[in-house]
């Protein structure tokens, strides 16, 4: 059974920095992408990047392309989010999530494609 933690959040002013970690148990091969996400209250859930673990391959939404950075430690099963230049509408709770497959993903993946969630950290960006 896949588990993922999350790690890393509070808060913190704006032009600030964070960085997210998601510690993932049960996966048990490189055949997983991994992904961050966040969701603001009364908003959509809003996919910001995604990496598949076999070739590092990562991918990234426009609103966040240059300032966050995925990255993973395949020996620990842990994901990175390093955010920079935070700004208040960074504001949200930010998840983990994984699938399985045997494809690199072209384009990032909708929420729709994952199926194991973490239970999420808070983000918190003041002016």
């Known amino acids: 059974q896949v588990q993922l933690v999350e790690s890393g959040g509070g808060s913190v002013q704006a032009g600030g920095s964070l960085r997210l970690s998601c510690a993932a148990s049960?996966?048990?091969?490189?055949?997983?992408?991994m992904g961050w996400f966040r969701q603001a209250p009364g908003q959509e859930r809003e996919g910001l990047a995604s990496?598949?673990?076999?070739?590092?391959?990562?991918l990234y939404a426009d609103s966040v392309k240059g300032r966050f950075t995925i990255s993973q430690d395949n020996a620990k099963k842990t994901l990175f989010l390093q955010m920079n230049s935070l700004q208040p509408e960074d504001t949200a709770m930010y998840y983990c999530?994984?699938?399985?497959?045997?494809?690199?993903?072209?384009?990032?993946?909708?929420?729709?494609?994952?199926?194991?969630w973490g239970q999420g950290t808070q983000v918190t960006v003041s002016s």
């Open positions: 990496i598949y673990m076999y070739d590092a391959r990562t």
């Open positions: 049960g996966v048990t091969s490189g055949r997983y992408v």
């Open positions: 999530a994984t699938f399985r497959t045997y494809l690199s993903p072209n384009r990032l993946p909708p929420a729709s494609a994952y199926n194991y």
